[in-house]
């Protein structure tokens, strides 16, 4: 054993110990904790060069008391931190609905599984949160209580579903719901009856349209119909009489109807746009069957799709449910459905969209072929939505009123960001279910008051064919291109 002293930077460190008895990577550790130099940094000057890690001492020619040269950066100290580790449960609850990425679920108070989905779904749609924010607590002159009740009780939920992680009981909200609409109170053996998710979707809508329309205002004059508003124009043809007629009408929602020749969301919207209709027929002068055709005229920045699975059978006097497989895609484009007018309206956009998405790939850009996409623009989202993939989370309403159809031109491809379910043999029992797509990207199963992550193939599994739970509503959401 042997005492050298060693010189590095600035410092002298004096009757450092040498067992010459081991490799010199030993000596290099005990330098290591006086000056925190790493050995594989350290260069140790000796005679004849640098000294090894395996060198033998013998020949290496230290003598006691020598004074040795190390060079060598020492690592940076870790600092301990100024604040200490945080956890989820002790943040304020609106950051901790930001910190899990998606709002709280809804309380089942009794068979309103129909309830809780319908509300979860519409309540990811941040531009209807942003109307129901602005609404005021007057309410309006031509609107009745009960709907100006419900109204408020659906502002309100919503912002206390945004500022919760723990499960909300919309107590308030199916009062004035019973009370607007007393269906949804019926009793069954003193116990309040399963109903249909699609009706209290539909009479919500309504409500909500006449509360939240804009009087004498030519700004945003409808913001349910801007948001999920679908325009028809329709043929309607005899072929006995030949007579031929034109009808224009609105709805919020397209019918998937389910045969046993339907085995895509595609196929049944086909079906969904024909009809017949029994009516008189002036030049007959009795009744004759009309065939109607409906193309979409206008499109929405919602577009709300119902699987008609349910029927009344009359041999058991209730409500029966189809339970056949209709695939449906993340991604519908509903080009082939619109009019001719519509159609010429959408091949700019859709030029841009493709452009900018063969961007991404590294493809040439096609020629443009009008003036309206003579400008170079970038691919956007609806915006305010609740389902991008980079944006906000959707536990923070977006105040801005949503944009214009002057600001962002319609494409036709719409992405699907909620499926309401059914699980269950009849429209009368069984369990809905809300799949609801965050800004994240990831998917959110609202099973009442569990909300659960789930995966896209997840919810392509929800296409029906059994007595899992199948898809009963699918919300998609407009891709648009800014002009």
């Known amino acids: 054993m042997i005492k050298v002293s060693v010189k590095w930077q600035k410092e002298l460190f004096q009757d450092v110990e040498i067992d ?11 330098l290591f904790e006086l000056t925190g130099v790493p050995p594989e940094r350290q260069k140790i000057m000796v005679k004849g060069g640098i000294l090894k890690d395996d060198a033998d001492w013998s020949t290496v020619g230290v003598k006691k008391g020598q004074k040795l040269m190390m060079m060598g950066t020492a690592d940076e100290i870790v600092k301990a931190p100024e604040k200490g580790p945080v956890f989820i449960e002790d943040l304020p609850e609106e950051e901790q609905v930001i910190a ?116 004498g205002s030519s700004e945003n004059p409808d913001a349910v119909k801007d948001l999920f508003g679908i325009d028809l124009v329709s043929r309607v043809h005899c072929q006995e009489s030949g007579e031929e007629s034109s009808e224009a009408e609105s709805v919020y929602s397209l019918k998937c109807h389910i045969s046993h020749e339907v085995n895509h969301l595609a196929e049944g919207l086909k079906h969904g746009l024909k009809s017949e209709i029994d009516k008189v027929s002036p030049s007959l002068g009795r009744s004759a069957i009309f065939l109607k055709e409906s193309r979409i005229n206008s499109l929405p920045r919602y577009l709300t799709i119902q699987f008609v699975r349910f029927f009344w059978k009359r041999e058991s006097n209730q409500k029966a449910k189809i339970l056949r497989k209709v695939d449906y ?39 443009k072929t009008s003036d309206s996409a003579d400008k170079d623009v970038k691919m956007s989202d609806a915006e305010g939505t609740s389902t991008g993939n980079d944006s906000q989370s959707s536990a923070t309403p977006q105040e801005d009123a949503p944009s214009s159809d002057k600001e962002t031109q319609m494409t036709g491809i719409y992405d699907l960001v909620a499926v309401l379910t059914h699980k269950g043999r009849s429209a009368d029992s069984g369990h809905y279910v809300a799949w609801v797509k965050q800004e994240s990207g990831k998917w959110i199963e609202y099973d009442d008051d569990n909300p659960i992550v789930q995966r896209d193939e997840d919810i392509l599994k929800l296409s029906g064919g059994g007595d899992w739970h199948m898809a009963y509503i699918c919300m998609y959401k407009a891709r648009v291109v800014p002009m």
């Open 20 to 30: 010459t008895s081991l490799p010199p990577y030993v000596f290099k550790g005990q």
């Open 329 to 367: 895609p993340l991604e519908l484009d509903v080009f082939d459905l619109c009019s001719d007018d519509l159609r010429k309206q959408l091949e700019a956009p859709r030029l841009l969209l493709r452009n900018e998405e063969g961007k991404k790939l590294g493809l040439k850009p096609k020629e």
């Open 100 to 215: 899990v990425g998606h709002s709280a679920g809804l309380f089942n108070l009794g068979n309103t599984c129909y309830m809780n989905s319908t509300l979860q779904c519409l309540h990811s749609v941040p531009e209807l949160k942003s109307a129901l924010i602005k609404y005021s607590n007057a309410g309006r002159s031509d609107v009745d209580q009960t709907s100006h009740m419900l109204t408020v009780a659906t502002r309100d939920l919503f912002s206390e579903l945004d500022k919760s992680v723990k499960a909300v009981a919309p107590m308030q909200f199916w009062m004035v719901l019973r009370k607007k609409y007393p269906q949804f109170g019926q009793l069954q053996n003193s116990t309040f009856m399963q109903q249909d998710a699609e009706e209290c979707w539909t009479q919500l809508l309504y409500t909500l349209s006449q509360s939240l329309r804009s009087a």
